[in-house]
């Protein structure tokens, strides 16, 4: 349970709250890059609260800027992409990827307008398919963030976005709360005796070998945020053994989480404003490139196809609170748990589900929420040390190795403590 002075303080993220000051020290996902063609058009982007342009010019330099035209503020998502720049459409006005105004036609030439305006431009750097974008004061950039799956070539990696009509640690909590699989993923999730979980490539059900409804949850602080484990007991061999899976919480919004058959799973959760968020769901396979047939698949097994569940300019879902998430009550009568298609569709139900934000005054935490609530506490303690004393934001108070990040699930032998058996799989 939160007191709302510090449910508001967790989860709004406008310029001028606190945890919005502090999630603008943090590189942000803007944009994917591939929905940026060289000279091609420029996307808006729905970043803490406020709007931006992103383009890409002829060059392939890549611009973030505030999105309306720093003369009469008409939107340049609407501008010419020209000579990588973009020309708003309204007074002709032209603005180069690093805010520098360039041309401004309607004006003078003897008046030289254009040298005494720029426009707001942000530091942008591209990697693992995503453009990041940084939104604090200049020069206070952290180091990037550089996961071991970014150096994978980009036949290796699908990444999915879906707009949830909700607050972003919602989302954040759904992915750092291993208890709801058993039940909210019971469609798909099925115990089978065995040593790891299992996805088969027609992408039948995951096998996972426990059928432990009530894992004990255990959270290890780290430099980066947190790691958890989730401990079940393995069909095979409980007495002597544990079946582990450990997720890790990079803060302000990520988390690594165990994926079967040498894929990595990410979810990062970027906050559009205090009632949206954009949904990244990044999936890398290390072995081999992803071909056609298994990246259908998954993206349907997901409930997130573009032009099929999702807007695909917008990511905007066809199934949302109004439709009740197009529930199917008579298939829940049929087999189906809940009565929902698609994996992440299902927890984007119950997140939204809870309202654009919801009151944790409400709520009755358990054992089973240990992981969230030590993110809660993490989160508000770090934002307060951030605005009252200056402190560094949570996560980057000191070097972190991105690539060496991993989540592993694991059979750890009784007597063996999991932070010492981490070996990935
Ligand atoms: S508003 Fe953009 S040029 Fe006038
Ligand atoms: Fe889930």
Not at 150 to 171: G, T
Not at 250 to 271: D, K, R, Y
Request: include cysteine.
């Amino acid at each position: 349970m939160l007191t709302r002075e510090e449910n508001e303080q967790l989860c709004r993220i406008g310029p001028d709250a606190p945890m919005g000051r502090m999630l603008r020290r943090y590189w942000i996902p803007a944009a994917l890059g591939h929905e940026l063609e060289a000279g091609g058009a420029p996307r808006r982007a729905r970043l803490l609260g406020e709007d931006f342009v992103v383009f890409r010019g002829n060059d392939g330099v890549i611009g973030v800027l505030d999105e309306l035209c720093p003369h009469r503020g008409a939107s340049l998502v609407l501008a010419r992409n020209e000579d990588c720049a973009l020309r708003c459409l309204y007074h002709g006005w032209k603005i180069d990827a690093s805010g520098r105004v360039i041309e401004t036609p309607a004006e003078p030439k003897e008046h030289h307008f254009a040298d005494r305006v720029r426009a707001n431009a942000y530091p942008v750097y591209e990697a693992g398919g995503i453009v990041w974008t940084y939104l604090g004061p200049p020069g206070t950039e952290p180091p990037k963030m550089e996961f071991h799956w970014m150096s994978l070539p980009a036949e290796h990696r699908m990444i999915q976005k879906a707009r949830e009509e909700c607050n972003w640690v919602q989302c954040l909590e759904g992915v750092i709360d291993s208890a709801h699989s058993g039940f909210l993923h019971s469609n798909v999730i099925k115990p089978v005796p065995g040593e790891k979980t299992i996805i088969p490539e027609d992408q039948g059900n995951t096998q996972r070998p426990s059928d432990d409804l009530a894992p004990r949850i255990e959270v290890e602080d780290t430099p980066f945020g947190f790691r958890y484990a989730a401990i079940r007991r393995p069909l095979i061999d409980p007495e002597v053994r544990d079946y582990v899976r450990v997720t890790l919480f990079i803060a302000p919004f990520i988390a690594l989480f165990p994926a079967a058959n040498g894929w990595t799973s990410m979810q990062i959760f970027v906050p559009m404003d205090d009632e949206h968020t954009m949904f990244h769901f990044v999936q890398t396979r290390h072995d081999k490139p992803i071909d056609d047939l298994t990246r259908t698949r998954r993206a349907k097994r997901s409930g997130m196809q573009l032009g099929i569940d999702l807007d695909p300019l917008t990511y905007r879902k066809i199934r949302h609170r109004e439709n009740n998430w197009l529930q199917d009550r008579a298939a829940m009568n049929t087999g189906s748990f809940t009565g929902m298609h698609g994996v992440n569709n299902e927890d984007i139900a119950m997140q939204e589900s809870m309202g654009p934000i919801y009151d944790r005054r409400k709520e009755h935490l358990g054992a089973s929420d240990i992981a969230v609530i030590r993110m809660r506490r993490i989160m508000l303690d770090g934002v307060r040390r951030f605005v009252e004393e200056g402190a560094p934001p949570v996560g980057l108070s000191e070097p972190v190795d991105y690539t060496a990040l991993r989540a592993v699930e694991r059979m750890v032998p009784r007597g063996v403590r999991w932070q010492d058996d981490l070996v990935a799989t």
